[in-house]
């Protein structure tokens, strides 16, 4: 298996303080062992037509196509004496994306009857045998489900980066080392777009997935999807005299929507805040000692209503906790 896969990338510098940049280029990635590997393997999917959890065999297909993307993005750099900034805005679209087929769609479209039934019944096993087709949604024995290539998924948006350095006086012998200055900052991700192509019953016209916009979902029935707040970002604090630091990080992930549900109370995922500290003592000799602490207000996940009852995906289940660190630098 080959790919040719050219990149083009170029970077203007307008003046001393502001560049520009861009790149465009494509990739490809090719099937894994396990992707092209047609054993099964067995595991229990919750059915949801039929209230109850079944048997889900899962296996590759050495027939697999490489999966395709063109990416592109452009941004800039600002560099003042003291502040510095990038902003970038990126844009990927994948193409014969390798995944499993939802098993909640066979089972979707088994119960729907008619046509729909007879694309997925050889997916599936009733008590008289694999691809009968005779038996009700709640009476399946076992779910078949192979890898396929997606037609794909479009995605895009920003990242940012600022820092921000401010001396408010020296030490009492006016020494350089005892200088104090206050540290400011802010990083993250803003997700413009998530978007994922229809998927057919491989073999026929039926749609087992529909095409949707995911961000800003928890994506529960989605297989391809993870659960996608539009914005995360990290924003720091930072007052520096001499050698000591102290630094206070305030982490935001935004709320999203549980769309498994549809009762509007049960939908919400608020959006979660976490307080660090950081001391750090950078030492004369070959040794520097930071205690962290993480969580500092012991704030818990938000409440998602799906069984863990937080989202392990993007939240942190963790309350607070100290950890220290020592960094050791040999001399010479």
């Not at 096993?125 to 037609?151: F, K, M, Q």
């Not at 070959?286 to 996940?301: F, G, K, Q, R, T």
Request: glycine share 8%; with cysteine; proline share 7%.
């Amino acid at each position: 298996m080959s790919s040719f896969d050219p990149k083009a990338a170029v970077r203007m510098e307008i003046t001393p303080e502001l560049a520009l940049r861009g790149s465009v280029q494509t990739t490809m990635r090719t099937p894994s062992v396990d992707d092209l590997n047609e054993d099964l393997s067995t595991s229990l999917e919750y059915v949801f037509e039929a209230g109850i959890y079944k048997a889900l065999d899962t296996k590759g297909d050495s027939e697999l196509m490489p999966e395709r993307a063109l990416t592109y993005n452009f941004g800039a750099t600002v560099r003042l004496p003291r502040l510095r900034a990038t902003v970038d805005y990126w844009s990927y679209d994948f193409r014969d994306v390798i995944d499993v087929l939802p098993a909640g769609g066979v089972t979707a479209l088994y119960a729907a009857g008619g046509d729909s039934l007879a694309a997925v019944q050889k997916l599936v096993t009733c008590p008289d045998g694999r691809g009968t087709g005779t038996c009700h949604v709640s009476a399946l024995e076992r779910i078949e489900v192979s890898y396929v290539n997606w037609p794909g998924i479009e995605l895009s948006g920003i990242d940012w980066h600022l820092s921000a350095r401010f001396p408010v006086g020296g030490g009492a012998d006016g020494a350089p080392r005892r200088a104090r200055v206050v540290s400011l900052g802010t990083s993250g991700t803003y997700l413009e777009e998530f978007y994922v192509r229809a998927l057919d019953v491989p073999g026929t016209d039926i749609e087992i997935f529909d095409s949707l916009s995911a961000v800003g979902q928890l994506n529960w029935y989605n297989p391809i999807a993870p659960p996608l707040p539009r914005l995360k970002s990290r924003f720091t604090v930072g007052y520096h005299i001499g050698d000591y630091s102290a630094v206070s990080y305030a982490n935001m992930v935004s709320g999203y929507t549980n769309e498994a549900h549809d009762d509007p109370d049960l939908q919400p995922v608020d959006g979660f805040v976490t307080i660090d500290l950081s001391m750090l003592r950078r030492s004369r000799s070959a040794v520097d000692v930071a205690v962290s602490i993480l969580n500092v207000l012991d704030s818990p996940p938000p409440l998602v209503f799906w069984e863990q009852s937080y989202d392990g995906f993007t939240h942190s289940p963790k309350g607070r906790r100290i950890k220290m660190t020592l960094t050791w630098r040999p001399e010479g």
